[in-house]
């Protein structure tokens, strides 16, 4: 057990869907790198994840391969790239007691803003 009292964590990742060409990603490693990266950052561990970058370089092969099969596909893709706006990631150079804070604060803030909340429980 972890001396906090924290056993473990689980952490979901969302990978692409691409219904209308019956194209489902099961396991996404660059998905689960970038988390893992920021994890790292964050908790300043130190870790290298190289051994996701064949995962990473996998998935690329396959998604080629279904463009160059399916035109469509491709043409599909091209079109979300062009629109999609890679969020940058910028470390924050703060103490792990200033992170719990923040995210305290940053809850008690939005409390009322909760997705499915009546007006009479605000």
Do not use: C, W
Request: hydrophobic share 35%; no cysteine.
């Amino acid at each position: 057990m972890y001396e906090e009292g924290l056993e473990g964590a689980n952490l979901t990742v969302r990978v692409s869907y691409y219904p209308e060409f019956n194209v489902s990603i099961d396991y996404s490693a660059k998905s689960i790198k970038a988390v893992l990266v920021r994890l790292d950052h964050l908790m300043r561990l130190g870790v290298a994840f190289d051994g996701l970058d064949e995962g990473v370089r996998e998935l690329a092969g396959k998604l080629d391969f279904v463009r160059q099969q399916n035109p469509q596909f491709g043409t599909y893709i091209d079109e979300l790239e062009k629109d999609y706006v890679e969020m940058p990631f910028e470390p924050l150079d703060i103490s792990a007691n200033d992170a719990v804070k923040f995210a305290e604060q940053l809850l008690r803030d939005n409390k009322d803003q909760r997705p499915g909340r009546q007006a009479s429980e605000q």
